[in-house]
């Protein structure tokens, strides 16, 4: 022992001298003293930490450690005991919390995710913003290791999910996939919940000293699990959606009066005289924009875009205004809309219904046959929509039916092709997702998944919005550049950033195991469009245009006037939709300040507000696509044991996605459910390889599938492979 003592302070130690014991001890004192984390440890903690089984290994504990104090890699505290002296480096981040045993902490501030084990998130959940603390820095194999040092804030504070009730003590199992646990509820605190009931929990008590389940109290009891409303009602708990307008929030719309005064007419430019008409979907209640139409004598036609002008009605700062802020945008469910705004409002005074005078803030061009633009006016006007269109009595006039309104419809539809046209020729990228809507019989049961399509009639409606939006944002923006004023235009900008070369080399290699090429070099955008165009109508177009998006950047508000390289845009704004979107709201009103030579606003409180709008619209996309997910689990639900065509859209170790061609679901066939063979996941070629028959089942395969299973809750569908 003591020429060990020598030898490993004269630093002459072999290979052959170093146990393993030794090597375990020095590994797992540099991952406990590498990084400080302000925990201190005695000696004898220690021992009991590295589980030192004999003397021999706590006499070199104990040498190792004066060493490391000699060298002022660790500092000995007044007590004894021994503290890093490493310098403390947290990163902030998020919980991605994928896995019961593991979760990731995503992070700009580091350039991969850093894996956590989950007892190492400290009771920080999916969602939550971190410190966390790299204990061990990305390797050639694998990336950076660390820990939660301080959770900064809280995701979410109340779950959905089934109670179980046993005996005297009842536990909730979350519906969000994420959460990996259950809570624990006391049976004082679960009110009149019974068995099975989906309910909202809200956490007392984050860490209980007898288990590791949270404590929580029943705040709502939604109903029994698996009925539609029930369900619904779940589903917006579980993203903090709002059930209802507070009555003062009701009331304050209530109160808004109706008559447009003779004063606020002259104020404004009048289209009243002028046909205008709205074309929405058939069971539109709000009809937040309008076309108008002129030919005036020089041969170029006068085209006006008449949006809905909600913010002389919603009084800023006031207790609409705040809900309306809060709510960020209107959230559309699979059987319900979410609004913003109080049906006083959208419906009403908002609305531009036929025969109604109606207050507006417009874009008016002037354009020829070719959609050439000569002259553009922006500000506040009325109009009076002469006829409400749906989506399919304006097709029927383009096709070509001769009806009130044909002609104009077909100028309309024409100049929209036009200007798409140099929209895509200017490098816009032309996705055409694939949406599904569902009819649902009386309890909301869903009877059909119907596609939905979209035809000429929705994409002129489309083009005039786009155009709008572009010349709003760029009016604004040239302002600014000329230094008009006090030389500066704060404005809220809607961006898409160019997309990671990562993530399109990704999805190019995606397409490739589909028989098509991506070229990833100058003309990007005319290779997507081919590439869109090559599998329009195809059973792989869903899946490879839902790949495609996911590899763009994703896009955002902000106050930094950016590109949008989706629509091939410099400057790009939301102005035409403000019954739905707050930031429309805040533009019309920056508009509005602006043309009456308001001083610049500055951006502090506008960037937060940008921020803030865009999390909300994530949160909508999120909770509409969970929708849409429950309506596929229940429809597949009443189809157990039925075989289907399906096209594998994704591959992990643990399962393979397959998209089924007729419904447009997507279930997992589990790889230990392969009962033919041993597969193995390869990551390189994305694809599972079976170890004997050397089958090998990749992205793009045509499989024939069982419907094994499906979890409401979960909002999940088993898949098993049908052998041939």
Known sequence: MGRMRRRVKSGKRSKRQEPDQVKKIKTKLYEIFAVNDGNAYGYQALIKKLKLPDKKSKDYLKDRLFSLESKEKIRRLSDGRFVSNAESKYIRGTVDHVNPNFAYVVTSENEDDIWVKTADLHFAIHGDRVNVLITRPAGKRSGPKGKVIKLLQRNQEEFVGRIEIYGNFSFVVPDN????????????????AKPKDKVLVKIDRWHNAKNRSPLGTITEILGQAGEHETEIYALMAEFGLPFRFPKKIEKAAEDIPDLITDEEIRKRRDFRGITTFTIDPHDAKDFDDALSIKEPERGKYEIGVHIADVSYYLEEGSALDREAMSRGTSVYLVDRTIPMLPERLSNDLCSLRPDEEKLT?????????????????FGRTIIKSTRRFTYEEAQERIEGQSADFSDEIRILNHLAKQLRKKRIQQGAVNF????????LDEKGTPLEVIPKVRKDAHKMIEEFMLLANKEVATH????????????????????????????????????????????LGKNLSESL?????????????????????????????????????????????????????YPDVIVHRLLGHYLQKGKDVGNDEYEPLCVHSSEREKRAVEAERASIKYKQVEFMQTMLGQEFEGIVSGVTEWGIFVEIIETKCEGMIRVTNLDDDFYEFDEKQMCVIGRNNKRMITLGDTLKVLIAKTDIDRRTIDLEMVYE
């Open 177 to 192: 996939r994420n959460i990996h646990f259950d809570i624990m509820v006391y049976p004082e605190k679960i009110g009149k």
């Open 361 to 377: 803030f417009s874009v008016v061009f002037e354009m020829d046959a070719k959609g050439r633009i000569y002259d553009k006016w």
């Open 432 to 439: 055409e997702t694939v949406e599904v809507k569902f009819r």
């Open 476 to 519: 604004i923006f040239k302002w600014r550049e000329k230094g008009i004023g006090d030389g500066s235009r704060t404005f809220i900008y809607r961006i898409h950033d160019d997309p990671d070369p990562e993530r399109l080399s990704t999805f190019a290699l995606f397409a490739a195991k589909f028989g098509r090429k991506l070229d």
């Open 529 to 581: 469009n081919r590439l869109m165009e090559e599998i329009a109508g195809r059973p792989e177009q869903n899946i490879l245009e839902s790949l495609a998006i996911r590899s763009m950047a994703k896009a955002k508000y902000t106050t930094d006037p950016g590109k949008h390289f989706g629509l091939a845009f410099d400057h790009y704004t939301h102005f035409t939709s403000p019954i739905r979107r």
